[in-house]
């Protein structure tokens, strides 16, 4: 991009030197380059605005990451992590992820507050929702979301997210086991039968979507056809 501009900019300042100056009285020449000398700094300025935003936000938010996570302490990451979500750049899908990751991280550790676990969960509450809105394609953090809400045991609200990411993905294997387990903690085991089986179809090989069809059919009742 920064050659095109350079380029165009020699052509238009030849083109004036050439013909704007040779051919007209000196008040249009004069009126002429400050034309070109104008329209020069607004493409310049379009053009450094444009590298700050894709390259320079993004590349500060990935250094901003990688300080992050090497930040000692859980809370002090997650205070870091959120921080970087604000910046507003490329990079807050990434921080979000990690956000959730740090944020599971603490809340399985039996060594942990408990006023720290409500924080971390808070916080993340707080941040994926509109991290989501602002991406609503975006199928992995949509499922990471949904997933990080049934661990905490929030699975009437994971289904919301996870249904989300089954539109997006119909025949995402992970989506429709993490929806089925959704649905089997809330004790609907009809529905979470009917997802197994959907994702144990698509692909019998897959060792997962397996374990978890025979695990639904043994939870339904249905011994004899999970042997």
């Known amino acids: ?92 899908t990434e921080t979000s992820e990690q956000l959730i990751t740090e944020a599971l991280k603490i809340n399985q550790t039996k060594e942990a507050p408990e006023e720290v676990k409500k924080i971390t969960i808070n916080l993340v509450r707080k941040y994926l929702p509109k991290q989501i809105l602002i991406a609503p394609n975006n199928i992995r953090l949509t499922l990471f979301y949904g997933s990080f809400l049934r661990l905490i045991g929030d699975n009437r609200e994971a289904i919301k997210y996870l249904e989300q990411a089954r539109l997006l993905a119909p025949q995402k294997q992970p989506i429709l086991i993490e929806l089925a387990q959704a649905y089997l903690a809330l004790g609907e085991k009809e529905s979470a039968l009917k997802l197994a089986r959907e994702a144990y179809e698509l692909e019998p090989k897959y060792s997962d979507a397996v374990r978890f069809y025979i695990f639904a059919l043994t939870e339904s009742g249905q011994m004899v056809k999970a042997k």
């Open 1 to 92: 991009i920064t050659s095109y501009l350079l380029f165009f900019a020699v052509l238009g300042y030849f083109h004036f030197r050439s013909v704007g100056v040779s051919h007209q009285p000196q008040s249009v020449s004069a009126r002429s380059w400050l034309q070109f000398m104008a329209l020069t700094g607004a493409i310049l300025l379009v053009f450094g605005i444009t590298v700050y935003y894709v390259n320079v936000r993004p590349w500060q938010a990935n250094q901003k990451i990688i300080g992050a996570l090497m930040t000692r302490g859980a809370e002090a990451r997650l205070t870091r992590l959120t921080q970087i979500i604000d910046f507003g750049t490329l990079g807050a």
